[in-house]
């Protein structure tokens, strides 16, 4: 009897566990060298040429052509992580990776794949309350804390030299943002835009209490600034609407043409005249804005904007407290937002709108400036996560130290667990214990430290009950790095190791890899070794 065609693959029990574990060990030690202050940086290429240059574990991953199933599953672990919390991608891959290691290790011993996941599965909650044991609350008043959490998120990145200052606009952004339900602050991080431009220098950067908008004045005769703008937004366009259903008019004579284009005119000019009635001297548009409409406009002094992207019309409301008006018939004076400064301002070489100084805004932009593009972006995808992290850090306001110290804490405090649990789950939480020395024994590497050394001075003091105690790496030594600031929100590492976990276990119980279906060219399907046998595809 058959059941699968000649052409159907398949790698069964230990062959099929080897492979998975061996491709997503393979995706960790891509991003290892990048972890910590001291990690070093990928540059990828595509096949056009074009280049990044990032430490950013989930940029990478994302970047690279991954084609093994179980490397790709590491990949959804960064990418979950950076979407839940916006840092710590790299150190969910590495644990994940190590985490396969050391249960491979079992595997070799016989024990089987559902005692080791049942032992992971019980070391990852023992972890979880180690961790919820050791954090420490924060109050949202305590700026410097958040500061010191924004810059610990940008070390080791392009942005290192400038962190204090560009970590101070993050906090003040997402101080500007913050709203409070039921007692408790939220933080809708799309509320705080991030623009780019080449040019100057990172320390140029600066947090602007408004929006950004990168468009331009749509008439040169309209005023490039305005002060103590009245803000007037509209999502339907400044133009004569055609007709739902095809039409045609029939013009016999010079004067019929003149009295079409006269009405036409006047049907503009009475837009324009509405706008002008509100008292708004600014006008953001969705849509389009008509040629006559232009002119009209900038006889009336008002500066306007048209083809605004509706998440910069969001975002200009929130700032501005200006309502978007569907039609110019809802538009009244009280729809109008305020800022003190408009103004059209030249960035490398582009017009962009400055709305700035607005009232009390719930949008605010942070405008990076670089020196080359490369930098802006790589500072875009630093800034970005800093500004995921600080809004968390205000949501669950709970902290750990960095640079290691929590994992050796979770180590330590397995290691005294797995006896009472006993049997063989004893040896999975054993190996899930020594898996979590991954974290500063990589940070010690990365910073040119002996792993073994760091390792048994960081056991030493937290036997001792330094529970702060981490790799200081760029003193080179053991410190307590919750008061040197090195600290990080809890959510991170509890994520970490819970995506880390869950990923695992799931690779773990796969005894059976099938693949199937027509095959170009004779080779196997993606992933899949030639042969069943050799490394797996990435």
């Not at 003190?340 to 009232?359: P, W």
Request: charged content about 30%; glycine content about 8%; aromatic content about 2%.
């Amino acid at each position: 009897m058959v059941i699968m065609g000649d052409e159907a693959q398949r790698i069964l029990g230990r062959d099929a566990q080897r492979m998975n574990i061996l491709a997503a060990r393979a995706v960790g030690e891509v991003v290892k060298t990048t972890l910590g202050p001291k990690g070093m940086d990928k540059m990828l290429v595509d096949t056009l040429g074009d280049i990044v240059v990032t430490g950013d574990g989930v940029t990478i991953l994302k970047e690279m052509e991954i084609e093994h199933p179980a490397a790709k599953m590491v990949v959804e672990v960064a990418k979950t992580q950076e979407d839940i919390v916006g840092d710590g991608t790299t150190t969910a891959v590495i644990l994940t990776g190590e985490l396969l290691r050391r249960a491979e290790e079992l595997l070799n011993q016989n024990i089987h794949p559902s005692i080791i996941v049942n032992g992971y599965r019980m070391a990852a909650a023992k972890a979880q309350e180690v961790l919820e044991k050791n954090a420490r609350d924060i109050k949202i008043s305590d700026k410097k804390i958040f500061v010191d959490i924004a810059v610990t998120t940008m070390k080791g990145r392009v942005t290192e030299a400038s962190s204090d200052h560009l970590a101070k606009l993050v906090v003040d952004g997402v101080s500007k943002i913050a709203e409070t339900e039921n007692s408790n602050p939220k933080v809708n991080i799309d509320n705080l835009k991030v623009e780019k431009k080449a040019g100057g220098s990172l320390d140029d950067s600066e947090l602007i209490s408004g929006i950004i908008v990168d468009k331009e004045r749509v008439h040169s005769g309209m005023p490039t600034r305005v002060e103590n703008a009245k803000i007037a937004l509209v999502n339907s366009a400044l133009e004569i609407e055609k007709t739902e259903t095809d039409a045609s008019i029939r013009i016999t004579s010079p004067e019929q043409l003149e009295a079409f284009m006269m009405k036409e005119e006047d049907m503009l000019k009475k837009m324009v005249d509405k706008i002008a009635a509100t008292g708004a001297t600014v006008l953001f548009v969705q849509k389009g804005i008509d040629d006559l409409a232009q002119h009209y406009l900038s006889k009336k002094g008002i500066l306007a904007v048209r083809r605004v992207k509706e998440s910069d019309m969001t975002k200009l409301s929130r700032a501005t407290g200006a309502k978007i008006a569907t039609s110019l018939d809802d538009l009244s004076k009280s729809d109008l937002g305020h800022s003190k400064i408009v103004k059209e301002e030249k960035l490398a070489g582009d017009s962009m709108i400055f709305v700035r100084e607005c009232r009390n805004p719930k949008a605010v932009t942070i405008l990076i400036r670089g020196g080359t593009e490369h930098i802006i972006d790589e500072a875009e995808r630093s800034i970005s996560d800093a500004i995921k992290v600080v809004g968390k850090s205000f949501e669950e306001h709970k902290i750990v130290s960095g640079g290691g110290a929590p994992e050796i804490e979770v180590a330590l405090a397995l290691k005294k667990y797995a006896p009472k649990v006993g049997g063989r789950e004893q040896l999975a939480i054993e190996a899930f214990s020594a898996a979590m020395e991954i974290i500063p024994r990589t940070l010690a590497e990365n910073g040119g430290l002996d792993p073994i050394d760091i390792l048994v001075s960081l056991k030493a003091a937290h036997e001792k009950g330094q529970t702060e105690a981490g790799v200081d790496v760029l003193e080179g030594k053991i410190a307590n790095l919750g008061k040197k600031g090195i600290i990080e929100p809890l959510l991170v590492k509890t994520q970490a190791i819970k995506s880390a976990s869950e990923t695992a276990m799931m690779i773990l119980k796969i005894d059976d890899v099938i693949a199937a279906g027509e095959l170009k060219g004779g080779g196997p399907p993606p992933g899949m070794p030639p042969g069943m046998g050799g490394m797996p595809g990435m």
